[in-house]
């Protein structure tokens, strides 16, 4: 039970240059699941448009809480996104998904061009390589990679458009030497405080 710990590795202003580090630590996991897990919010009907060409079928819902203005009971999000119009999408916005798996149909490039100004994230779990020499262990539930596009926070909640960050995952305990031995693969170091991860 509970969540990695996770340390920010890079930060850029390219969010093509953060994807490209990203990969390059994942191929430094000694095991990835295939799954790749992505969400975003879209704050325009723009931005809705170009994410439902890649991903249709994804449950998008209201980012915010929504309740009726009489009854206060919740109001969900109903509309189907690939048929609705312009206006009908306007009213609706910001709309989102979590962690949601990304087809194998759609290249995880396309889905890191489609994102807008909103945060949005793209993880990939597996295990780093034991290291017994250093005390560092892999730990398959917990580790990988994580790129959050506008944002700073691991978590994404946080708004931050044309900043880009790079995330490793460790165990639960947290291992800030093997952060900055991956941050040093990829000419970095860790940018800040431990977060909270998966």
Same mark, same amino acid.
């Given at each position: 039970m509970g969540n990695s710990v996770a340390y920010p590795v890079h930060r850029s202003t390219d969010?093509? &240059?953060?994807?490209?580090?990203?990969?390059?630590?994942?191929?430094?996991l000694v095991r990835r699941y295939e799954e790749v897990r992505v969400g975003a919010e879209l704050g325009t009907v723009a931005d809705v448009r170009r994410m439902v060409a890649l991903l249709p079928h994804v449950r998008y819902d209201h980012t915010d809480m929504r309740t009726h203005p009489e009854t206060? &009971?919740?109001l969900f999000f109903e509309l189907d996104v690939r048929t609705a119009t312009d206006a009908e999408?306007?009213? &609706?916005?910001? $709309?989102?998904?979590? =962690? @949601? &798996? $990304?087809?194998?149909?759609v290249a995880e490039e396309e889905f890191v061009r489609a994102v807008g100004t909103g945060p949005a994230s793209l993880s990939w779990e597996g295990s780093w390589p034991d290291e017994p020499e250093l005390g560092s262990y892999a730990s398959p539930k917990y580790d990988g990679v994580q790129l959050v596009l506008n944002s700073d926070e691991c978590e994404w909640s946080r708004q931050v458009s044309g900043?880009? @960050? %790079? =995330? %490793?995952? %460790? @165990?639960?305990?947290g291992d800030p030497g093997r952060a900055e031995r991956l941050a040093a693969a990829i000419g970095g170091s860790v940018l800040g405080e431990p977060e909270r991860g998966f």
């Open positions: 969010p093509a &240059e953060a994807y490209a580090k990203a990969r390059r630590l994942c191929g430094l206060d &009971e919740p999408l306007a009213v &609706e916005v910001p $709309l989102d998904f979590s =962690y @949601t &798996e $990304l087809p194998a149909a900043v880009h @960050t %790079v =995330y %490793v995952h %460790v @165990t639960k305990f």
